[in-house]
T-cell receptor
Framework: GQNIDQPTEMTATEGAIVQINCTYQ??????LFWYQQHAGEAPTFLSY??LDGLEEKGRFSSFLSRSKGYSYLLLKELQMKDSASYLC??????????WGAGTKLIIKP | GAVVSQHPSRVICKSGTSVKIECRSL??????MFWYRQFPKQSLMLMAT?????????EQGVEKDKFLINHASLTLSTLTVTSAHPEDSSFYIC?????????????FGPGTRLTVT
């Protein structure tokens, strides 16, 4: 079956760095997405990785290792507004998105 | 960036009535549109995938006669919840995907909060 695992909840301090991990087992792979979702809102796109390595975009970076079926989202200089759920999603061989359950990130002052 | 709109953003209806939700891609042609449902504190659940001009493909456990999907054009898809019941109360989100130079990203609408009383 297809499976995406990520931690249910994480807590971090304002100004710090946090890494959210995602492991996946899917039928085929055509890219991995990270989305941010605030409560009561639709997801918004953060990053897309299809090749191994690190993609940096401002305070957010995303890493992919296809051989390990592993990705992480790195958030630096955390701000209170970063409190949200972070969803990992993998595009399978049919270009369908397979979603993880999301990681709720709580930022404390 | 690509923009997807949904209408209405919130709707309250009585049990037994039908509700139609519209999803539009405003600045690109969406070859494929997806409908998701999200219950509180849960992840997105894909309900169905629709390609313009063809019948929608429903996920297992989703009643196609209850959730009617029409994707009549490259910019519009509609989801009609027929004979709605309180258990259909949820956050419904559409997303659209267009082929732009190999970009397979899905662009999400803002969602529709449905409450059935």
């Amino acid at each position: 079956g297809q499976n995406i695992d990520q931690p249910t909840e994480m807590t971090a301090t304002e100004g710090a760095i946090v890494q959210i991990n995602c492991t996946y087992q899917t039928s085929g792979f055509n890219g991995l997405f990270w989305y941010q979702q605030h409560a009561g809102e639709a997801p918004t796109f953060l990053s897309y990785n299809v090749l191994d390595g690190l993609e940096e975009k401002g305070r957010f970076s995303s890493f992919l290792s296809r051989s390990k079926g592993y990705s992480y989202l790195l958030l630096k200089e955390l701000q209170m507004k970063d409190s949200a759920s972070y969803l990992c999603a993998v595009t399978d061989s049919n270009y369908q998105l397979i979603w993880g359950a999301g990681t709720k990130l709580i930022i404390k002052p | 960036g690509a923009v997807v709109s949904q209408h209405p953003s919130r709707v309250i209806c009585k049990s037994g009535t039908s509700v139609k939700i519209e999803c539009r891609s405003l600045d690109f042609q969406a070859t494929t549109m997806f409908w998701y449902r999200q219950f509180p504190k849960q992840s997105l659940m894909l309900m169905a995938t629709s390609n313009e001009g063809s019948k929608a493909t429903y996920e297992q456990g989703v009643e196609k006669d209850k959730f009617l999907i029409n994707h009549a054009s490259l910019t519009l898809s509609t989801l009609t919840v027929t004979s709605a019941h309180p258990e259909d109360s949820s956050f419904y989100i559409c997303s659209a995907r267009g082929l732009r130079g190999g970009d397979y990203e899905q662009y999400f609408g803002p969602g529709t909060r449905l409450t059935v009383t």
